[in-house]
């Protein structure tokens, strides 16, 4: 290490600072542009109507004022669909993990102790390459009744197949003398799963749990497709009606005018907003369930 | 990893004295439910694609018409094979950028030396991964906005006519494209730092006493060092040449660029969803899943030989 740092030293020429300056700067450019849009859209969500509609904010707010908020937290509609996301992430996460868990588990052993599990996996290699796609799928929701209700948020997509793999290898990863030493205290495999197992296993499902989580949160399209009223969206469903322009000549007056508050730049910035806040509040843990989560129990080499 | 091989024989001894576990066996039923109604159902429901389905008779009493659909949409269907040329094209383009753009940042990222900048720039450049399309696209809408959007502002400024980005066939793509990169570079550079922590440091130092410049360390030593893991990633890309990415471009496009933005996805919401034709929806739907199918097989297969790959 110190034949290095020395040698970096002495050899750096005029051309190497260069490049270091270049490359520096670069890096500077291409993180800053990646929040430059966020602080451009609280710039407008906090000026005046009149000055974003001159287009003339940039990231600094003209006119300050703070009604878009004010307009946002007094709109029903968007804070019904913001309670609504919030409760399918929690419900989705109990459910995802409850289902994650107990599958992957008996995955983990041998196929003597679990013979299903070998029929089971090949279920899994054929439900992750070929998929009915979405008009059966639909019809299958509406079929078994779950099409208008919460539970279309949250029970689709609860059992993700590559999650599922990656649990099981977390699970093979933990020494199997802790589970002999459960098995000699007489314990069932449900209470080494619940008391030896779990414990052990919070790195992976804390990043189980901040996957589903994330993907909760961001899914807009099970809700425009399955739930019909839109009083009964999540946010980013609520959201996507919001931002897209609709058929004007298919809307009353009345709904013209409705759409001409709600869809205003600076409530739609203050609303998009809102519902990247609770994002970025976890972000700290996102970033690092995430890494984790990559490494752990991923894949074999 | 050393662990990850030695628990199986261990686990095995054990279970051959206990047999048979029927409370692990057990705790497989609610997955299998699930596979069964959100999995296997579906799959079974793709027959529509063979009926002239009517919602009213349902699958069972819908009549069937062998291959009529699929004829129906290769040769009759107007603006069909636009519409795989621009999910082909949209893809392909994305994979060209998207690919790339990662393996470059993560280059540079290892030539800074100070590990707090470093980890600045890293926590700066994942964020757009972690924000929905329903979001970015709020955002692109107000920035590419042709009245009073910041880009047309810049570029009225700089003495250019404003330009209506999200509503031209010249420009859509563009947006699309960058768009994309911009929101997937930061996140795909992670599997390229994880590679690079991997390096020994005395190949570095080695070549630093053979006097070596520093684009000569990175040529022979940073890049094959994470050769493979390029060549792997763009293996396992492949299979995704159909999806141009749904939900990107069903929030940004309108009818202005069907011409050019209007991919398979897209065509299989409106088909199926918005104009009830479920049977047409679920053919184009069946062909799709059935050629990813194949291509994820292939690629699967050849990353397996010759990089170990492996997901069991």
């Given amino acids: ?301 | 990893m050393r662990t990850v091989i030695d628990a199986p024989p261990a686990v095995q001894k054990r279970k051959k004295r206990l047999k048979t576990d029927y409370m692990l066996c057990a705790m497989l039923i609610p997955g299998s439910i699930y596979l069964i109604i959100f999995d296997f159902f579906p799959l079974f429901g793709l027959v529509i694609g063979f009926q002239d389905f009517q919602l009213a008779k349902g699958i069972l009493g819908s009549k069937w018409v062998g291959l009529e659909n699929f004829k129906y949409l290769f040769t009759m269907y107007p603006n069909f094979w636009r519409i795989v040329s621009n999910t082909v094209q949209i893809a392909a383009l994305k994979l060209c950028f998207g690919f790339t753009a990662p393996i470059i940042v993560a280059l540079m990222l290892h030539e800074v030396r100070h590990i707090r900048y470093k980890r600045t720039i890293q926590t700066l450049v994942y964020v757009p991964h972690f924000i929905s399309w329903v979001i970015l696209a709020g955002i692109l809408r107000t920035m590419l906005d042709p009245s009073d959007g910041i880009v047309n502002y810049i570029l009225n400024l700089l003495g250019h006519e404003s330009v209506y980005f999200l509503g031209e066939n010249s420009t859509f793509r563009g947006v699309l494209v960058v768009s994309d990169v911009w929101k997937g570079f930061g996140w795909g550079t992670i599997i390229y730092m994880a590679a690079l922590t991997g390096i020994d440091p005395a190949l570095y130092e080695a070549a630093i006493i053979d006097g070596a410049g520093r684009f000569k360390r990175m040529w022979h030593i940073t890049l094959p060092g994470i050769m493979p893991f390029i060549i792997l990633n763009l293996i396992l890309s492949v299979p995704g040449i159909l999806n141009a990415g749904f939900d990107q471009i069903f929030n940004l496009y309108n009818e202005r660029v069907y011409k050019t933005a209007d991919v398979l996805d897209t065509f299989i919401y409106r088909l199926g969803i918005v104009d009830a034709q479920y049977d047409l929806s679920t053919a184009i739907g069946l062909v799709k899943s059935a050629i990813s199918a194949v291509l994820l097989v292939t690629s699967y297969k050849i990353a397996n030989k010759f990089y170990d790959y492996k997901v069991f």
């Fill in chain 1, 1 to 301: 290490m110190a034949v290095k740092a020395k040698k970096r030293r002495i050899g750096r020429s005029f051309a190497e600072s260069i490049v270091d300056v270049i490359i520096y700067s670069v890096l500077a450019i291409l993180g800053i542009s990646c929040v430059l849009p966020f602080i451009h859209l609280i710039a407008i969500s906090l000026s005046g109507a009149v000055a974003v509609g001159s287009g003339k904010v940039t990231l600094w707010p003209m006119d300050f004022s703070i009604d878009a908020y004010r307009f946002a937290i007094e709109h029903p509609s968007f804070l019904r669909a913001f309670s609504i996301s919030v409760a399918r992430t929690v419900v989705g996460i109990l459910i995802s993990l409850t289902m994650l868990v107990i599958t992957a588990y008996p995955l983990s052993k041998s196929y003597e102790a679990c013979p299903p599990a070998r029929i089971f996996k090949g279920m899994m290699i054929i439900a992750m390459l070929i998929s009915g796609g979405l008009v059966p799928m639909y019809l299958v929701m509406s079929w078994i009744r779950l099409t208008n209700t919460f539970w279309a948020l949250v029970i689709p997509g609860s059992l993700s197949l590559w999650n599922c793999f990656m649990v099981m290898n977390y699970f093979r990863s933990i020494p199997s003398e802790l589970e002999e030493a459960a098995v000699v205290d007489g314990a069932n495999s449900f209470q080494i799963l619940v008391r030896v197992y779990l414990p052990l296993s919070v790195p992976i499902i804390a990043t189980m749990a901040v996957f589903v989580g994330v993907g909760h949160w961001n899914d807009w399209f099970s809700g425009m497709l399955y739930i019909a009223r839109s009083q009964n969206y999540p946010l980013q469903t609520y959201l996507q009606q919001v931002i897209t322009i609709p058929d004007f000549s298919k809307l009353t007056l009345e709904e013209m005018k409705k759409y001409a508050e709600v869809n205003n730049k600076n409530n739609q910035a203050a609303q998009i907003l809102i519902a990247t806040i609770p994002i970025l509040l976890i972000y700290p843990f996102l970033q690092r369930y995430f890494m984790t989560g990559l490494t752990l129990g991923g894949v074999k080499g």
